[in-house]
């Protein structure tokens, strides 16, 4: 299989994992207090990162990766979920999926920074004109009604770019799943202190949806999702695969309505099919 379509389809696979992320946090959040989500998710995660780096003998890496694995791991292993998770105690999983959708363009951004990809200028104008559609929806919906929320999200989407950015080029030398469970392990130690000292006195009141919530984004949304994902970019250019992101929304908001029982409006159906061509006209452009 060509290298380059091996990223797309990995990429795919990554994006179809992240997108279950938001409804998960969303279910979870609503029985476990944000910190201690944060902290819980990533400590399971990084239990059984340090599990696979054990098993298959994975050698240390260099002391000048640390730098890269740290900004990895205040990124995507707790940047974002943390942010994220606060966030979605003001506004709807439905709301903050459309917020994914300026993933892509923070991806690229950093992607040209810290990755060295230099995308052809059309690609730039589609990667603006999905961003520009996504943040306009969101706007059209009320994004006053809650500005917290809000501000939370689009912090949570830039420390996120980052971290996709520098993990990917991070991949190309250390290989995808390991790492974002190097990323993991380093933040353990922190992660397993925190997770003793915010847990909650009881968790009998803890409910079943909770608990999946809580699994689901620990082991798929912190360890599995960026298996594919790390290694997809890491094939298929940071900026050119980065733009599957904008898919997400679409299975985002059918999840959160079959599972949340979240509104979908025909709005927002619109908005996630326009995104889609501008993947495919960034797709045409990004090398």
């Keep these: 299989m060509d290298k380059t379509a091996g990223g797309w389809i990995n990429g795919f696979v990554g994006v179809l994992i992240f997108s279950g992320s938001l409804p998960a946090t969303r279910v979870a959040v609503m029985d476990f207090d944000p910190a201690f989500l944060t902290v819980a998710r990533a400590a399971t995660a990084g239990i059984l990162g340090l599990a696979l780096l054990l098993v298959f003998r994975q050698k240390r890496p260099e002391r000048r990766d640390l730098l890269s694995l740290a900004i990895v791991a205040l990124g995507v292993v707790v940047g974002f979920p943390l942010l994220t998770a606060l966030a979605l105690k003001h506004i709807t999983s ?19 920074i810290r990755g060295g990809d230099r995308p052809k200028p059309a690609f730039w104008l589609f990667s ?5 559609l996504v943040a ?3 706007v059209t919906q009320g994004v006053t009604a809650s500005l917290l929320g809000d501000m939370l999200m689009l912090a949570a989407i830039i420390v996120c770019g980052l971290g996709y950015a520098e993990g990917a080029t991070l991949s190309r030398k250390l290989g995808g799943w390991q790492v974002i469970s190097w990323a993991l392990v380093l933040s353990l130690p922190v992660m397993l202190a925190l997770t003793l000292i915010t847990m909650p006195p009881s968790l009998e009141s803890v409910g079943k949806a909770a608990w ?14 960026f298996v594919f994902w790390y290694r997809g970019l890491a094939q298929g250019g940071i900026a050119a695969v980065g733009q ?26 619109a908005v996630t099919a326009a995104v889609v061509l501008c993947v495919v006209g960034a797709k045409k452009y990004a090398r």
């Design 212 to 225: 999946i919530g809580l699994a689901y984004v620990s082991l798929f949304s912190m360890l599995i999702g």
């Design 128 to 132: 603006c004109l999905g961003s520009a």
């Design 136 to 138: 306009g929806f969101a």
């Design 244 to 269: 599957l992101q904008l898919l997400q929304p679409f299975f985002g908001l059918g999840l959160a309505a079959t599972l949340l029982h979240e509104p979908v409006s025909p709005a927002m159906i």
């Design 94 to 112: 439905a709301h903050s999926i459309i917020f994914i959708g300026l993933l892509p363009l923070a991806t690229a951004i950093f992607g040209v």
